[in-house]
C-alpha cells in the first residue's frame, strides 16, 4: 500500500531531496518528470536527502506525456492553487497519485483546467502577497492528509 508523489519539472534540489527523504521514511514512491533543473547526482539534492536515498522508490519519467501514457486510469490528484477544492475535501485510495507541479509556475493550467474534479489546494490567507507554500512543504502537508485517512499503512 502507498502513495506516490510526483513531481512535474521540479527546478529546486533541496525542495526534491526533502521531498524523496519524505518518501523514503513513509515507503511512498516518488516521480520525477523532467526535464528537472538539477542533475541528480547534484550535491544539494542528494544533502537534503542524507543517507535515504537508497530507500527512495524512485521513477524518472521523460516528460509528462510518457508519464500519463504510463500512468492511464490511475487516480491523479492535482495540487494547485487554482483548485476549488481543499486537500483535505477528498477521499485518498491506496496508490493515489498526487502531482506538483514547477515550484515558480505549478502544473500547466490547461492540464489543471482539463482535470479540474482532481485539483486540489491547501488554503493559505487570502491577504498574503505569497503564490503559494514550498513545494516541499505542500507535498507532505498533502501526503500525511493522504496517509492519515489511509490508517498510516506501515507505518509506526
Not at 502513495?3 to 521540479?10: A, G, K, N, R, S
Not at 542524507?50 to 487516480?75: I, K, M, S, T
Request: glycine share 6%; net charge negative.
Amino acid at each position: 500500500m502507498s502513495i506516490h508523489l510526483v513531481l512535474v519539472e521540479p527546478e529546486i534540489p533541496p525542495n526534491t531531496g526533502n521531498i524523496a527523504r519524505t518518501c523514503a521514511a513513509t515507503d511512498s514512491v516518488l516521480h520525477l518528470v523532467k526535464p528537472l533543473g538539477f542533475s541528480l547526482d547534484e550535491k544539494s539534492l542528494r544533502r537534503a536527502g542524507l543517507d535515504y536515498w537508497p530507500y527512495v522508490r524512485l521513477e524518472v519519467h521523460e516528460n509528462l506525456d510518457e508519464f500519463l501514457a504510463e500512468y492511464e486510469g490511475r487516480r491523479m490528484w492535482l495540487a494547485t492553487t487554482k483548485a476549488d477544492q481543499l486537500y483535505t475535501e477528498v477521499s485518498y485510495q491506496d496508490e493515489d497519485m498526487i502531482l506538483f507541479g514547477r515550484e515558480t509556475a505549478g502544473l500547466p493550467r490547461e492540464f489543471i483546467d482539463s482535470r479540474r474534479e482532481w485539483a486540489v489546494r491547501i488554503p493559505m490567507s487570502e491577504s498574503t502577497r505569497l503564490r503559494s507554500f514550498n513545494l516541499s512543504n505542500s507535498a507532505n502537508i498533502v501526503l500525511f492528509e493522504a496517509l492519515r485517512q489511509l490508517g498510516f499503512p506501515g507505518l509506526k
